[in-house]
């Protein structure tokens, strides 16, 4: 007797519909308006490069897919299309691997379980009761997830198809096994059908998705057509543009506050500039240019593509503005680490290390038309910074105008052998030096910031005794918000009324290394006197700033390091303590000129003010703002 077989039976001998990844997506992916942007039903034409991108999961020869993306830019959905297509018309065993399982946790319950959950195509095959957090079992295959942190999920179970997320944020190595992308990759072997992808965000030049893409076969880029003249174009930042008066105001702005006032100002009215016919493209353009655009091949190499790659940006992505671009490279671009997170997250390029460097010859490059130990006309405020060692201590005596404009007055050094040394040495090269404007008027020292890394209790002394001019300081390496913190001296439950000040000297090298690329006399410039010695520039080039990768992380962040053991660099931290000295007094808060005008000394003050305003640090005016 012939059995008649069921519905169910019947779906399962019928064999998947042909279709594309992009295609599948459109018909049966949703949205949800948990983690979407555009929640509902997915539509490709909402971002029309990804679909190049999805299709070629579907290219029989192909076999590795490398995606070197900006962010926001719809790569991991896209790869999330191809596990849904997959698991419904293609089955075989997968595998994706985030940075950690922590990451794959959530990716499970936020992104792939809320698909599967809210799409009926999934109804008859998704075997939810059989599924954990990190393996989700189909009708024919299953989905494995893991972190590249656990070397025996990576080396476990044959897999046709892997998809590894996020690469350039992988540890570098998952315990004493070898790099989690051959672990996963060797887990394929066996599938002459196999398909990997790799996606990421770039971070170096040495980073896994830039070197993947630099070995792929052929490589695509997305070219759009501009609305005005036709011609094909592909979205670079060079290209997009904002008022030039935009940028000459926030050149002259110090002031947070207005500097972010400018800032919005850029976002709202920026645009994108034709590289054909320099016609302005506004934001409304995009999806039309989106939608006529289409991937270009690029260094093609004879014979079979195994390896493709796809690079784009995040200005491709509808959900960001070209104002969106210039307001994150104007905040970002004063803080190295920023500026590669700008460069790696929105541009989708690898950060190049031309990081700070100095040598002597650019540093006396900055020499100005002024005398050693001349204060020009335009300074409102002197500063000091003194390195002290076990045996000797340095200083440099730098003046300060608008928009932290600054001079070097005089730099040197003195002996500490004795106790009484150092609190000598400071009140005759500090606290008692009258310094001379241009035009004969005389000044003092308004604060000055003195290490008490060595000789700490000689230092903390010798700041009671002149509270007024000396504080204390302590470099730090470590990475904080701002450029300082305070703590208060408790030395053996004195407290002196003392507050010492934790240095961020990696940021407040970053804001001399940048000063120092202004042309001597401008605003905002860092100058040297006239004939400057070579010794003073061998010290303020004798740090440079380098990657660091932590080798057990693979996480890397920049530090400024002395170019050889040997390098001196006394006076340059020097400079470092009498910038943040300038901070302490405000002086990055510049009065206007009649107000700077108003409060400057005559040139009797000297004689006539003991102790009083800026010329001994004392008195109630704005410069005492520390």
Avoid at 259 to 279: F, L, M, N, S
């Amino acid at each position: 007797m012939i059995v008649p077989w069921t519905s169910a039976e019947l779906a399962a001998c019928k064999p998947p519909e042909r279709m594309t990844v992009s295609e599948w997506a459109d018909r049966y992916r949703i949205l949800t308006p948990r983690l979407a942007a555009k929640p509902g039903p997915w539509r490709t034409s909402y971002m029309p490069y990804l679909k190049g991108i999805m299709d070629a999961w579907n290219e029989p020869g192909v076999e590795e897919i490398v995606l070197c993306k900006g962010a926001q830019a719809g790569a991991s959905e896209a790869a999330n299309n191809c596990l849904g297509y997959t698991a419904c018309q293609d089955p075989g065993a997968a595998l994706v691997v985030y940075p950690t399982e922590d990451i794959a946790e959530w990716a499970s319950e936020n992104r792939l379980q809320d698909m599967i959950k809210t799409s009926n195509v999934f109804n008859g095959i998704f075997r939810e009761r059989e599924s954990d957090r990190l393996e989700l079992q189909f009708r024919g295959m299953y989905i494995a997830l893991t972190g590249a942190n656990s070397p025996a999920a990576l080396s476990a179970m044959p897999m046709r198809y892997i998809i590894f997320d996020e690469i350039d944020k992988y540890p570098r190595y998952s315990g004493r096994e070898a790099n989690p992308l051959k672990l996963g990759k060797e887990r394929t072997k066996t599938f002459p059908n196999r398909k990997l992808m790799y996606i990421s965000t770039p971070t170096l030049e040495t980073g896994n998705i830039w070197r993947l893409l630099q070995r792929c076969d052929v490589v695509y880029r997305y070219e759009v057509p501009c609305p005005r003249c036709g011609e094909l174009l592909s979205f670079s930042f060079k290209d997009v543009s904002w008022p030039e008066d935009l940028t000459e105001a926030l050149r002259k702005e110090d002031d947070p506050t207005a500097r972010q006032k400018i800032i919005r100002q850029v976002e709202d009215r920026a645009w994108y500039r034709c590289p054909h016919c320099e016609g302005r493209i506004e934001d409304r353009d995009k999806s039309f240019m989106l939608g006529q655009g289409r991937w270009v091949s690029e260094g093609a190499e004879p014979g079979k593509i195994r390896r493709i790659g796809f690079h784009w940006n995040s200005i491709y992505s509808p959900q960001i503005s070209f104002g969106a671009v210039a307001s994150e490279f104007l905040r970002s671009k004063d803080s190295p680490e920023d500026l590669m997170n700008f460069i790696n997250s929105w541009l989708a390029e690898p950060f190049r290390e031309s990081v700070a460097k100095a040598e002597p010859e650019k540093v006396l490059e900055a020499s100005g038309n002024y005398s050693r130990g001349e204060v020009p006309d335009e300074a409102v405020a002197i500063t000091a910074g003194v390195d002290v060692q076990k045996s000797e201590a340095y200083y440099v005596v730098r003046a300060w105008g608008p928009g932290l404009t600054s001079w070097l007055i005089e730099y040197g050094r003195f002996d500490t052998w004795n106790e009484t040394d150092l609190q000598d040495g400071l009140r005759a090269h500090i606290v008692e030096p009258v310094y001379r404007f241009g035009d004969g008027r005389l000044c003092q020292i308004g604060y000055c910031l003195v290490d008490c890394g060595y000789r700490t209790d000689e230092v903390y002394d010798a700041c009671v005794v002149y509270g007024d001019v000396l504080g204390p300081v302590k470099g730090s390496s470590r990475r904080m918000d701002g450029y300082y913190r305070r703590h208060v001296v408790d030395r053996k439950g004195r407290k002196d009324g003392l507050t010492m000040l934790e240095a961020n000297t990696s940021l407040l090298k970053d804001f001399i290394f940048g000063r120092m690329t202004k042309e001597p006399g401008t605003r905002g410039s860092w100058s040297l006197f006239r004939d400057c010695p070579r010794g003073y520039a061998e010290q303020i080039a004798s740090e440079h700033k380098v990657m660091v990768t932590d080798a057990r992380t693979g996480s890397s962040h920049h530090e400024w390091k002395k170019i050889s053991g040997h390098a001196a660099n006394h006076l340059l931290d020097c400079e470092v303590y009498a910038t943040l000295a300038a901070r302490m007094l405000n002086l990055h808060y510049m009065p206007t000129e009649e107000e700077r005008e108003a409060m400057r000394p005559s040139s009797s003050s000297v004689d006539s003010a003991e102790g009083a305003g800026w010329l001994k640090g004392g008195g109630s005016g704005w410069w005492k703002g520390r």
